[in-house]
Nanobody, 117 residues
Framework: QVQLVESGGGLVQPGGSLRLSCTASVSRTIFSLYKMGWYRQAPGKQRELVARIFTNHSTTYSDSVKGRFTISRDNDKNTVYLQMNTLKPEDTGLYYC?????????WGQGTQVTVSS
């Protein structure tokens, strides 16, 4: 069973920054084949895609975070990152890491991000 462990969430003031990390319990070779993504879920709302990074390191972002968030991956560390800058209250939510490879999808347990003054 693949485990994804997220970290880096917390409470931050509007305009602040956080960096989320997600480490997978797989070999470097397997990790490099995964399409990785960050999703978030705000209270009372559906889970939504925030950013994705593909095996060739190309990336996509939701319109709401484009220009403020950056997704990256380090295959040597089996880790994907989400650098979040200029945070807004509407960025508050539980952030999940997702790994997709072939017919398999794996989710982490989530890390809470709260943006509030």
């Amino acid at each position: 069973q693949v485990q994804l462990v997220e970290s880096g969430g917390g409470l931050v003031q509007p305009g602040g920054s956080l960096r989320l990390s997600c480490t997978a319990s797989v070999s470097r070779t397997i990790f490099s084949l995964y399409k990785m993504g960050w999703y978030r879920q705000a209270p009372g709302k559906q889970r939504e895609l925030v950013a994705r990074i593909f095996t060739n390191h190309s990336t996509t972002y939701s319109d709401s975070v484009k220009g403020r968030f950056t997704i990256s991956r380090d295959n040597d560390k089996n880790t994907v990152y989400l650098q979040m800058n200029t945070l807004k209250p509407e960025d508050t939510g539980l952030y999940y890491c997702r790994a997709a490879g072939g017919a398999t999808i794996h989710w982490g347990q989530g890390t809470q991000v709260t943006v509030s003054s």
